[in-house]
């Protein structure tokens, strides 16, 4: 099981992070499932980097991240004079320059599969987005339910078995925490909001993966926030 301690020193932490020239800019914490994953991610690994928060649906929200990047999104993450604007090529290049972390897995099969995972949950799962987008401070238990968000819980529920079974041993989808586990945590707390009935076992992943220091620390900050997305808000099922 992944070990990796939280820095509790702050200034040290930012100091660090300075030094390795890494800047992570997101959205508001209660609803960026894409900033959420390089967030979690650098966080498990202890990658030191600078946070910016922009806030989400308003006025100047596009002028701030237009400061960033061109894609007009969250996250993004700037190292020196490199911009990188997508999660899971946030993700890889961080496994580039941060090899002895091991944020993929050792072994080879294990590896190409949490790739496949992760590369699934990156440009899939479009029913399970629009019916159940992620809010961690709301609690709406069988909401969302559309035929296409079913199946997508479906597919979700035998890719965590999969890997849980051949590699993860019970832990976390590969072992120890990884990318995949990083990219699934919005999922994890989708279901816990629309209170997603799940097998024990993959009820235990979940818990596993909300009990990481690294989530738990997001999910912290998530409910912590006061301030709210018109937009996000008023997409949440009815």
């Excluded at 996250?75 to 002895?100: K, M, N, R, T």
């Excluded at 890719?159 to 994890?188: K, M, N, T």
């Excluded at 989708?190 to 009990?211: E, I, K, M």
Aim: net charge negative; with cysteine.
């Amino acid at each position: 099981m992944q070990t990796t301690e939280l820095d509790p020193t702050l200034s040290q932490t930012l100091d660090d992070a300075r030094k390795a020239g890494l800047t992570l800019v997101i959205g508001n914490k209660n609803y960026s499932s894409w900033s959420m994953r390089p967030w979690v991610a650098m966080t498990a690994f202890g990658i030191p980097f600078n946070e910016v928060r922009i806030l989400l649906d308003k006025p100047d929200t596009a002028n701030r991240i237009a400061d960033y990047t061109a894609s007009g999104r969250v996250p993004v993450l700037v190292a020196g004079e490199i911009s990188i604007w997508d999660s899971l090529a946030i993700c890889e290049y961080l496994a580039e320059q941060f090899q002895e972390k091991h944020m993929w897995p050792q072994d080879v099969a294990a590896r190409a599969m949490a790739r496949s995972v992760s590369a699934e949950m990156h440009s899939g799962f479009a029913d399970l987005r629009s019916a159940m987008s992620m809010n961690i401070r709301q609690n709406l238990p069988g909401r969302g339910r559309t035929p296409g968000a079913q199946g997508d819980i479906g597919r979700i529920c035998e890719i965590w078995e999969e890997c849980l079974s051949r590699f993860g041993h019970h832990q976390f989808l590969f072992g120890e925490f990884s990318i995949a586990d990083a990219f699934y945590a919005p999922v994890v707390m989708r279901f816990r909001t629309y209170g997603v009935s799940l097998a024990p076992a993959l009820q235990a992943y979940c818990n596993r993966v909300a009990a990481h220091p690294a989530v738990a620390r997001w999910v912290s900050e998530a409910l912590a926030e006061t301030e709210t997305a018109d937009h996000h808000d008023q997409d949440l099922p009815k």
